[in-house]
Structures are given as structure tokens and as C-alpha cells.
């Protein structure tokens, strides 16, 4: 169930070109920038590249997949960050391993597991990600960048989906199966953060292609592929064409948003946009 480090941490896959930047042009519309993003990175590892902050600045508007500066979303998040039943690891996990599981969250993550153990699996997924990162300070979440200087430089910020959108996916997955991914991860974590740094160095080298083929790799990752990319992918796309032609726009997606047939650039290209790949260079903070 290695697909969880896809489905929760960053969503990368390949695209037609072995990048993560690229300029999106129409003759008739103001030109508009796709960058992927990893949802977390190391902060010390990257600094993002002068190429996308002046893109970004340039830019009248920014899109993400959710904006979470919507107080309409900030209290849904809150209202349904708790699983249903709220005992739900008791009624799927046996004594020993609900055990050895409080004994893993309280001794490395540092949480008590009376504080977190009704979250959603999602939530206490994402910790265990943040711990298997080992990030010597806290880590950088790429789109809550863009989005915290979208509202320094009172840049309008839109949503392409909303909070119960996303969370709706996740129950689409039987709790069982995702509790048991949970269990795994926790136990036996060496595969998942060998995930996770190798998708991490792979992004910063800007290279899609070499991320598809990790990804693909993950257990049971097509089954998930159809919901959680292609088909958001489609939705957004019923939005995005009448976005971009408002005014000079920059999007920032998981990189496995642009990816294949019904990848963003496949389906921005038949609507007729020239997309030019832009190469990057994640320079180490000094």
C-alpha cells in the first residue's frame, strides 16, 4: 500500500517533458505559468528559483487546488478533521496493535495518541511523512508559500476544488484499507521514507519523467490514478480556460496534475495553448 506516499504527500508523475516549470500561451489571452509542486520539502534543501518568483510576481492572480484562506474552507477542514467513528483504530486494529501503533506516535512523533488517534488516516499519514522527511527545521509547503505572498502582495488567490472535494476522494477508499496502509506505514517505515527522500531528490534534479517511474512503482498506484488525477484534472479544466483568459495567471499543482493523456498539459495543448517547458535550478539554501 506504498501508494499512500503518492496520495497524500505530493501527487508527482511524469509529463510530456522532463520539467515542473512551464509557460502556458494563448494568441488572445495574457500568458499564464504551470509550475508542480512537491506539497512538502525539506526548507534547507531548496530555495525556490528566481524563474518562478518572477513569474509568480508577475502574475495577477494565483491558482491552487484549494484556497485555504477561505474562511468557508478553513471551518470545513476543522468541522471534519476527525474520522468517523471517532474510534474507528479500535475497531480495526487489534489490542497489540493499536499498542505498538500509540507506542510509535508517542515515541517519534511526539504526539499523544489520545490527542491524535481520531484524525482522519490522511492527517496521521501526513505526520508520519513530515517525521520519514527528517527536515532540520520545519518543512516548506510550496503552494502555502505562493499563497502566504499572494496575500502579502493582496494578490487574488483561486480555488480549483474545495476542502470536501479532496476529503470525499479519501473516503472513496475503504477505512479498513486505509487504516491498514496507516498500520504499515508506521511499523515497517523504512520503505516510505526511502520513498519519500528519493521522490524529494528526483524533484529538485527537475526531472518528471524519472518521478513517473517512481511513482508507477507504488503498490495499487493505478487503481488510484483515475480518481485522485485524471479525473481533477478534467474538472478543473472546465475552469481553468475562462481563468486564464481573465487576466496573467500563475498555477500551482502537484506535479502529477500535469502528467499524461489527461495530464493539465495534454488537455491545455487540445484547447489549443503552446506550452514551452521551462528548465529549473533548485539551488541548497545557504
Known amino acids: 500500500m506504498r501508494y499512500v506516499i503518492g496520495l497524500v504527500f505530493v501527487f508527482v508523475s511524469s509529463c510530456s517533458f522532463a520539467n515542473v516549470f512551464f509557460k502556458v500561451e494563448h494568441q488572445t489571452q495574457p500568458t499564464a505559468y504551470l509550475f508542480g509542486t512537491m506539497h512538502m ?119 480549483l476544488e474545495t476542502v470536501a472535494m479532496q476529503l470525499a476522494l479519501f473516503d472513496r477508499i475503504p477505512l479498513q484499507e486505509q487504516v491498514q496502509a496507516l498500520y504499515d506505514m508506521a511499523v515497517e517505515p523504512s520503505q516510505s521514507r526511502e520513498d519519500l527522500q528519493q521522490l524529494q531528490a528526483i524533484y529538485l534534479e527537475d526531472n518528471s519523467e524519472k518521478l513517473f517511474q517512481v511513482m508507477r512503482s507504488q503498490d495499487d498506484f493505478d487503481t488510484f490514478e483515475q480518481p485522485f488525477l485524471s479525473q481533477r484534472n478534467k474538472n478543473w479544466m472546465m475552469d481553468l480556460p475562462e481563468l486564464i483568459a481573465a487576466k496573467s495567471t500563475f498555477i500551482a499543482v502537484g506535479a502529477g496534475h500535469l502528467s499524461g493523456t489527461d495530464g493539465l498539459l495534454s488537455l491545455l495543448r487540445q484547447q489549443g495553448y503552446d506550452i514551452t517547458p521551462i528548465p529549473l535550478e533548485f539551488i541548497p539554501q545557504q
Do not use: M, W
Open 41 to 159: 520539502i525539506c526548507n534547507a534543501d531548496v530555495r525556490v528559483p528566481n524563474s518562478v518568483i518572477d513569474a509568480f510576481a508577475d502574475s495577477e492572480q494565483l491558482v491552487v487546488e484549494i484556497d485555504l484562506t477561505d474562511h468557508e474552507q478553513q471551518r470545513f477542514l476543522q468541522q471534519n478533521v476527525a474520522q468517523h467513528p471517532a474510534n474507528y483504530l479500535e475497531k480495526h486494529l487489534s489490542n497489540e496493535q493499536q499498542q505498538r501503533l500509540k507506542t510509535i506516535i508517542e515515541d517519534q512523533l511526539g504526539y499523544r495518541y489520545q490527542q491524535i488517534k481520531s484524525l482522519r488516516p490522511i492527517f496521521i499519514n501526513a505526520l508520519f511523512l513530515q517525521h520519514f522527511l527528517n527536515c532540520q527545521q520545519d518543512p516548506l509547503l510550496l503552494d502555502e508559500l505562493f499563497i502566504q505572498q499572494a496575500q502579502v502582495t493582496k494578490k487574488p488567490i483561486v480555488g
